[in-house]
């Protein structure tokens, strides 16, 4: 085989490559082609090229829904990172020649993330790298896990309670729950609260897709107490300014409280666990220097050696 003609099998293996790692991590071939600004046959044109060159088939087609066969897992677990590094080329280039203030970070994070734990290594990052483009997605849960899944974000920050078999979890940093009333509101003027009190005055929480709903319902189902919820808002400051304005009680993480509310904390120690924050970046993930350098700096913030995440 001529030169030529090798140099065109591997530029045009890349591409299938990356067309079939988008195909996995988003599930679709439309999808993947959206992503890649191709037309949807493209794409498929390039898998089945793929699958004749290398004699393999990657996918199991059941109707819309794509599953990788045993070929396909091996096959992707290798072409990923090989996909990524192409992908991420320039910036570690620039990185490892001392050019590190170019490129794009991506982060997903939730509205308490966003405005009581990353400010401050937000702030540094963008005061020593002003050339990199710093993009702050407001995301957490499920959209924020599937965006990790699509590479639409570098990593997200937040809370877990479950961990998903695909992605790595490390908090880095603890608060306590906290019930929140009016100050005129009959528990403020207890010494202690129990959940059967509690439980009497209906609850404002975020939307029950989110960790702190099922929280709340797991320690009241385990006391065998029912609770009422009044209001599903999202948004930590929401919730304060509702309770403020008595349109009923919550039970937040102390995070957002920065004793400037009209509000009475009661601490809830006793009933829940403490609340964790920490990374959350999807096995595998090739992380590029501009996103090592921000958790670096974040875990400055907040005094934490770095484990190991990739």
Not at 223 to 249: P, Q, R
Request: proline share 5%; aromatic share 10%; glycine share 6%.
């Amino acid at each position: 085989m001529s030169s030529a003609k090798k140099c065109y099998y591997k530029n045009n293996r890349l591409k299938q490559m990356r067309a079939f790692c988008e195909v996995v991590q988003t599930g679709s071939m439309t999808l993947a082609a959206q992503r890649l600004f191709l037309s949807q046959p493209s794409v498929t044109l390039q898998i089945q090229a793929m699958e004749r060159e290398l004699e393999v088939t990657v996918f199991e087609r059941k109707g819309p829904a794509l599953t990788l066969t045993p070929e396909g897992e091996l096959l992707y677990a290798l072409a990923k990172p090989l996909v990524e590094g192409v992908d991420h080329l320039q910036e570690s280039f620039a990185a490892q020649h001392g050019k590190f203030n170019t490129g794009e970070l991506n982060i997903g994070a939730g509205e308490s993330t966003i405005l009581y734990i990353l400010p401050e290594a937000v702030r540094r990052f963008v005061a020593a790298y002003p050339g990199i483009q710093l993009k702050i997605h407001n995301e957490t849960g499920r959209d924020g896990l599937k965006m990790l899944r699509a590479n639409d974000i570098d990593f997200a920050v937040g809370s877990l309670l479950d961990i998903p078999e695909d992605m790595l979890y490390q908090p880095f940093v603890t608060f306590n729950p906290t019930l929140i009333t009016p100050v005129d509101h009959p528990l403020a003027k207890l010494q202690h609260v129990t959940l059967k009190e509690i439980s009497e005055y209906g609850l404002i929480l975020p939307p029950r897709h989110l960790s702190t709903w099922r929280m709340v319902k797991y320690v009241f189902q385990q006391h065998s107490l029912n609770f009422t919820v009044t209001l599903e808002a999202g948004g930590w400051e929401v919730i304060k300014k509702y309770v403020e304005l008595g349109m009923g009680i919550s039970i937040v993480t102390d995070i957002c409280l920065t004793g400037n509310e009209k509000l009475a904390r009661i601490p809830l120690e006793q009933y829940f666990p403490q609340r964790g924050y920490g990374l959350v970046i999807r096995k595998g993930k090739f992380m590029s220097a501009q996103a090592k350098r921000f958790v670096e700096i974040l875990m400055d913030v907040y005094h934490i050696k770095q484990a190991q995440l990739t």
